[in-house]
């Protein structure tokens, strides 16, 4: 099995959208079209988890991960649910390659322990060896703000953490709202976040969160760079990620 590139879009929000399409549905696209939608819902100490339920319907809709995390631990989260997610997503396709494989529906959980135990080390493998793309996707409407210097952190952590990894990785940062475009590119993609670094100092939050049109949006930042990497007219950008 050959390593592949992975796509994630990881969402960072603190509340309900409240404003165009749902993100779930847009999240079950982003899924069809070979792009993980990962979602972490960040509270203070103050905060009870409520009204966030829509964190998980959208992760479960993208293929992804979900997780609601106090503020304080949100550096370890986003690591965890990137790599949580990278894992999920290698399982689905070797689950695929099973069924092939021996001919009817097979998981790995249901292969004898020997055979199970051989395959969750060529999922561990891939796990460190496949192209990793993430595009992180950052809440900047009003009740975020005073969180933004401790996403900021746990971004960089997260790329200190994912380049220990011999695959290749690329970032991307982009935050909504944005008045003119629903997002707006903060971090082209790159190699490291070093640029995070008084990123988010000079953000203006919003009061509204339009995150179904944010997703979309990153979505296309998604196709754009497809048709860059592939000359514009090599691959259907939609195209979902394989092995």
């Known amino acids: ?3 592949g590139r992975l796509k994630q879009i990881l969402l960072i929000t603190d509340g309900c959208s409240n404003y165009g399409e749902d993100p779930v549905v847009v999240a079950g696209l982003a899924r069809n079209q070979g792009v993980t939608v990962n979602v972490i819902g960040v509270l203070d ?3 009870e988890p409520q009204g966030l339920q ?3 319907a959208i992760a479960e809709s993208g293929g992804g991960v979900s997780q609601i995390v106090y503020q304080k631990n949100l550096s370890e989260t986003v690591q965890m649910v990137t790599k949580q ?3 999920q997503t290698i399982q689905g396709v070797v689950n695929k390659e099973l069924e092939q494989i021996l001919g009817e529906r097979k998981t790995i959980e249901e292969l004898p322990p020997d055979q199970r ?3 969750v080390e060529i999922v561990d493998d891939l796990g460190e060896t496949c ?3 993430v595009l992180v996707l950052v809440d900047t409407s009003a009740s975020m703000h005073h969180k933004l210097p401790t996403v900021k952190e746990a971004l960089a952590d997260l790329s200190l953490s994912l380049n220990a990894r011999t695959g290749a990785n690329q970032f991307s940062v982009y935050s909504f709202p944005d ?3 629903t997002i707006k590119q903060r971090i082209d993609w790159t190699t490291e976040l070093n640029a995070i670094h008084g990123l988010f100092s000079k953000l203006d939050s919003g009061g509204y969160t339009p995150t179904g ?8 930042a998604f196709t754009n760079k497809s048709l860059k990497r592939n000359g514009m007219d090599k691959e259907d950008p939609y195209e979902e990620t394989g092995y």
């Open 85 to 87: 997610a990278m894992t």
């Open 45 to 47: 100490d103050r905060e």
């Open 213 to 220: 049109p944010a997703l979309k949006e990153a979505l296309y």
């Open 54 to 56: 829509e964190v998980e």
């Open 117 to 119: 135990g051989e395959v």
């Open 1 to 3: 099995m050959k390593t």
């Open 179 to 181: 008045p003119k475009h």
């Open 131 to 133: 192209d990793l793309e």
